[in-house]
């Protein structure tokens, strides 16, 4: 088997023996055209294995990429999207019918929360969403009815962990699907469907692109669960373009190296923010601190870029910090190469009310970082000098 950095280059990207050509081409056309008409509906129901007929179906270009998903997240096929959030509604929508209960956490990324919490239940359909980290509140949301369990581990922006072996044990004890928001921890870090989730889900926005220039987003599961995705995604419509595609392509290429630096700094980071007096808590699961490390070093292979601490003071002196970042700076999003600061009660958790975000552990001193690929001497003297000013 390849290294992740191998198959970062060359994984489903085979030398194109046609023209030479290093890269792959990037096949921006709407349709397919046919020599002969008794090739059509072949083409039609092989789902781009036969021969492609719309790119709304499938694309090549977009195809390899969605191989290169399945291969580093050890699922059969991948569906790719315009955006995470295309992804993880089409592929809730596949596996729910009239009278399916969804169990999830409460400490979910801001739309899918809309979704389970708000869009769904007005629909008609059944949630419960119970606090991320107590598996027992878990077992205790269970219906009957229950079809899909969903999680995000690790969780945004509290880094709390999920067991993802018994969270799918739980599932299919019940003949749901679990699905795993796996955007945090990225594929080098973390594989759920090696630990028997059903479906992964992926914001490529974030580390599977890494340079902050593109919303997408995917769907990776083995190939009868991904074809039920790709049909609900043919008829919802959110098909990625092979532009983007193509440009994921190329931000894989140093995604293994890339995000072995973000796990790196982020430990640096995190050790040098436990010591320090103007912080009162420090949320990553690398630290031994964190009350779940044991279950991090179970099922996770490095412990991400991602973290959050809590600054001594008041949400001023949080914004005081995140004004003061020279190097890092303020802004929504993660994984990219620049590191990122936030406040997530303004932020990405502005949706939640301030009973909601009390409940989830998010203070509005709570600040949130995103790593990227700058020297760690350089972040930590930034990080110094802007809790100096604080
Ligand atoms: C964990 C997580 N999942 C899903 C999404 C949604 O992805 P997108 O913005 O690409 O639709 C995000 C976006 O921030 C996220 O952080």
Excluded: C
């Excluded at 994984?11 to 056309?29: H, K, M, Q, V």
């Excluded at 969403?129 to 690790?154: H, W």
């Excluded at 962990?161 to 004890?173: E, G, M, P, R």
């Amino acid at each position: 088997m390849p290294g992740d950095s191998t198959k970062s280059v060359h994984e489903a990207e085979p030398f194109d023996e046609r023209t030479g050509s290093l890269t792959t081409p990037i096949y921006e056309t709407s349709t397919f055209g046919f020599a002969k008409a008794a090739d059509v509906p072949v083409a039609v129901a092989g789902f781009g294995e036969k021969g492609y007929t719309y790119s709304r179906w499938e694309n090549p270009t977009v195809v390899t990429l969605e191989k290169k998903l399945a291969a580093f997240e050890h699922g059969g096929v991948g569906a790719a999207f315009s955006s995470g959030m295309a992804a993880i509604s089409t592929a809730v929508f596949a596996f729910i019918k009239k009278g399916t209960h969804v169990l999830g956490i409460k400490d979910l990324y801001g739309g899918t929360y809309a979704l389970l919490h708000d869009i769904l239940p007005e629909l008609g359909f059944g949630t419960t969403l119970v606090e991320s980290s107590d598996f027992n509140a878990l077992e205790g949301g269970m219906k009957k009815s229950t079809g899909i369990v969903y999680i995000e581990s690790p969780t945004n922006p509290t880094l709390k962990l999920v067991d993802i072996q018994k969270a799918a044990k739980l599932a299919h004890s019940n003949g749901a699907v679990l699905m795993v928001d796996n955007t945090f921890a990225s594929p080098i870090n973390q594989n759920p469907l090696d630990f028997g989730a059903d479906v992964v889900l992926h914001s490529m926005t974030k580390y599977i692109n890494g340079h902050a220039d593109l919303i997408a987003g995917a769907a990776i599961a083995d190939k009868a669960n991904s074809h039920k995705i790709k049909m609900m995604r043919r008829d919802f419509g959110g098909t990625l373009d092979p532009i983007p595609a193509w440009l994921i392509l190329r931000g894989m290429k140093t995604m293994a190296i890339r995000v072995r630096q973000q796990n790196a700094t982020a430990m640096a980071l995190a050790e040098f923010l436990s010591t320090h007096r103007k912080v009162t808590a420090v949320n990553y699961p690398g630290l031994k601190t964190h009350p779940q490390h044991q279950l991090a070093k179970k099922q996770m292979k490095g412990f991400g870029g991602m973290l959050s601490f809590e600054i001594r003071g008041t949400t001023r002196d949080a914004m005081r910090f995140t004004e003061s970042v020279k190097t890092a700076t303020l802004a929504a999003s993660l994984g990219g190469v620049e590191t990122l600061v936030s406040q997530p009660y303004n932020m990405t958790h502005a949706q939640m009310s301030a009973k909601e975000r009390a409940e989830t552990g998010i203070p509005e001193t709570l600040v949130r970082v995103s790593i990227g690929i700058e020297d760690v001497e350089d972040l930590l003297g930034d990080f110094k000098q802007a809790l100096a000013a604080v």
